[in-house]
């Protein structure tokens, strides 16, 4: 059964790190784009961040370039989501996504999901 479960989330202050991490099981995912997104109370999910299969390139939301980084660890099967500089409008839950249709921004071209972890930046 393919799963991805992910880990690291909390409560933290603004200005504070997390780092989330995504384990998947069932296969390997060395051929997948590795993607995070994230959704809000009474918001859309929306794109954060993605990697291509082998890391070779990142996509990042305008919200998040320069204090998010996305990396993975394919011997581990492992993505993650460093996250600096936090602020409250990332408050949100956290999902990582996979796929084999190529690195994208859509949401539609991951085909496995984690349940989400819940990160919250208190001011």
């Known amino acids: 059964q393919v799963q991805l479960v992910e880990s690291g989330g909390g409560l933290v202050q603004a200005g504070g790190s997390l780092r989330l991490s995504c384990a998947a099981f069932?296969?390997?995912?060395?051929?997948?784009?590795m993607g995070w997104f994230r959704q809000a109370p009474g918001k859309d999910r929306e794109f954060v961040a993605a990697?291509?299969?082998?890391?070779?390139?990142?996509y990042y939301a305008d919200s998040v370039k320069g204090r998010f980084t996305i990396s993975r660890d394919n011997a581990k099967n492992t993505v993650y989501l460093q996250m600096n500089s936090l602020k409250p409008e990332d408050t949100a839950v956290y999902y990582c996504?996979?796929?084999?249709?190529?690195?994208?921004?859509?949401?539609?071209?991951?085909?496995?999901w984690g349940q989400g972890t819940q990160v919250t930046v208190s001011s």
């Open positions: 069932g296969r390997t995912f060395s051929n997948d784009a």
């Open positions: 990697i291509s299969y082998n890391g070779g390139t990142t």
């Open positions: 996504a996979a796929g084999l249709y190529g690195l994208s921004r859509g949401d539609t071209r991951y085909s496995h």
